[in-house]
Nanobody, 124 residues
Framework: QLQLVESGGGLVQPGGSLRLSCAAS????????IGWFRQAPGKEREWVSC????????NYADSVKGRFTISRDNAKNTVDLQMNSLKPEDTAVYYC?????????????????WGQGTQVTVSS
């Protein structure tokens, strides 16, 4: 069974850091474009970052550029999102998604698989 599982969410103070991880089972992430998305209460899901594993190409939404870093660990079959200098507006459920299409930025409609999401709350 093909599955994506996110982990690493939690509660952090403004200015703090979290590292999210997206682990795949049943398939190898190396052959996919992997995206991180987030959805805050009452808002639409928005794209945050992506990586095309074969090419190593990465991209970021303007709202997180310079603060978030996406990376892959082929040995663990995971894609991580390091989030630094977190702000209250980063509060959302974060999802990872995998796409057969080698495109980055990654539109949500191009995603073939989604994880269940992990909550990130930035609050003092």
């Amino acid at each position: 069974q093909l599955q994506l599982v996110e982990s690493g969410g939690g509660l952090v103070q403004p200015g703090g850091s979290l590292r999210l991880s997206c682990a795949a089972s049943g398939f190898t992430l190396d052959y996919y474009a992997i995206g991180w998305f987030r959805q805050a209460p009452g808002k639409e899901r928005e794209w945050v970052s992506c990586i095309i594993n074969k090419a190593g190409t990465t991209n970021y939404a303007d709202s997180v550029k310079g603060r978030f870093t996406i990376s892959r660990d082929n040995a663990k079959n995971t894609v991580d999102l390091q989030m630094n200098s977190l702000k209250p507006e980063d509060t959302a459920v974060y999802y990872c998604a995998a796409s057969f299409f080698p495109t980055c930025p990654l539109p949500a409609f191009r995603a073939n698989y989604w994880g269940q999401g992990t909550q990130v709350t930035v609050s003092s």
